[in-house]
């Protein structure tokens, strides 16, 4: 079922969001208002050096327990961390009371799932025979639908389910996904996010494509030299409007998808991909480029991703609206990013804000986009959020005041 033509919008009745700005909205409203960052020097075993890193503290004092044991991955403990925020367990429990537990929907992503799990197991490995651990579950803690089965099992949910996995779109892709399960009656609501954790796997990987900078990331400047990666969790409550129990909150608008199919880790330089996201996302909503009241751009600090967003933003939006990448706040949290920035771009709805951009200076004075780097205070009825990954994946969400 294409969400071609204007959906039904649907309500964010519920988030909660943990990140290494802090756990929860009042955390993370703090920290967006100062313009903090919580890139730091890694500290990670088994990494390298010298990056930045926004890492979530206290996971490895936080192992899970009871009848949740098994799953007890990095992974999985900062999704329960973003789970005990604001009440969002208890929302999810009244809306299973209202529709019962078969009737809501379980649509999550991540890119890396529990591997750094897997890593730690594989360097437990018997010497001789290189068997891994016996209490290595690849189930419960790696394999990419552990974070769906972990969510199900901790919220006493039945409906459908599936994880998904595409690259830094990842957890934009799962509001499509849950309006198209909601539109063809197959759920009545649905909990979408994701979780992404830090990983040597992960460091490196990026590390040998050359997109990694060795100081905190600063999107969209000049002297932008690459990314830094985070690690984040985030989850929303999605239902009709009519159901919700807060009448004055958030609403999804509208979602686009493309794929470039350009190149494997670079977008179009043209950003045609990360416009017809954009374009299909308005087309959904119902609404033009003038009702967009600030952009929360995917913003990575790499200099090919930038200008092509850049190009696409400024030509299809103009240059006059607001947009800003937070990445410079939480690094890039990469399959957790969308919904990160989904609850970021919330939060600036609901508090009239417009987040600024850490650790930018100067901003490239080849680009055309009215780029904020120091917080604002604007009213603001209507974001775009852009998530756009590897393989050419782009999703762009359009959030509204309900």
């Known amino acids: 079922m294409e969400l071609s033509g204007t959906m039904q919008p649907l309500a964010l009745s519920c988030f909660g969001v943990a990140t290494s700005l802090g756990a929860g909205r009042a955390a993370t409203l703090a920290a967006l208002r100062a313009g903090s960052s919580g890139l730091r020097p890694s500290t990670l075993d088994h990494a390298p050096s010298p990056i930045y890193v926004g890492e979530v503290p206290g996971l490895d004092a936080a192992p899970l327990t009871g009848d949740l044991a098994a799953f007890d991955c990095r992974n999985h403990r900062l999704a329960a961390m973003a789970l ?56 419960r803690t790696h394999n990419t639908y552990s974070l ?12 459908p389910a599936f994880v998904v996995s595409a690259a ?35 460091l490196y990987g990026f590390r040998s494509l050359n997109v990694m900078s060795e100081e905190p990331c600063r999107p969209f400047d000049a002297e932008r ?26 609403l999804l608008l509208g979602v686009g998808e493309s794929s470039d199919a350009y190149h494997m880790s670079s977008p179009h330089p043209e950003g045609l991909g990360a416009r017809l996201a954009m374009e299909r996302a308005l087309a959904a909503a119902g609404l ?32 006059a609206t607001p947009c800003s990448s937070t990445k410079g706040c939480t690094g890039h949290t990469l399959g957790a990013s969308g919904i990160v920035e989904a609850v970021f771009s919330a939060l600036a709805i609901l508090h ?35 998530s756009f990954g590897f393989g050419g994946a782009n999703c762009s969400l359009l959030l509204g005041r309900a």
Request: with cysteine; proline share 4%.
């Open 288 to 319: 033009g480029p003038r009702d967009v009241d600030y952009v929360n751009l995917h913003g990575t600090a790499t200099p090919v991703g930038d200008a092509a967003e850049d190009r696409a933003v400024s030509e299809l939006l103009g240059s």
């Open 225 to 250: 030299s690459g990314i830094s990666i985070g690690e984040a969790a985030g989850f929303a409550l999605l239902e009709r409007p009519v159901a919700a129990k807060d009448g004055g909150g958030v």
């Open 148 to 159: 769906g089965d972990f969510l199900r099992a901790s919220l006493a949910l039945a409906g």
């Open 84 to 139: 005990r925020q604001d009440g969002f367990a208890d929302a999810v429990a009244a809306a299973r009371e209202r529709y019962g537990a078969e009737r809501i929907g379980v649509f999550l992503g991540t890119s890396t799932s529990g591997l750094q799990h897997s890593e730690a197991a594989y360097r437990r490995r018997d010497r001789a025979t290189g068997a891994l651990p016996a209490d290595y579950d690849y189930a």
């Open 352 to 386: 009239d804000m417009v987040p600024g951009s850490p650790h930018t200076r100067t901003v490239d004075p080849a680009f055309r986009c009215n780029y904020v780097v120091a917080t604002e205070t604007a009213r603001i009825d209507r974001v775009m959020s852009n």
């Open 168 to 202: 830094c779109a990842t957890t934009g892709k799962v509001f499509a996904t849950a309006a198209r399960m909601i539109a063809a009656g197959l759920c009545d609501a649905a909990i979408v996010g994701g979780a992404d954790t830090l990983c040597a796997t992960t």
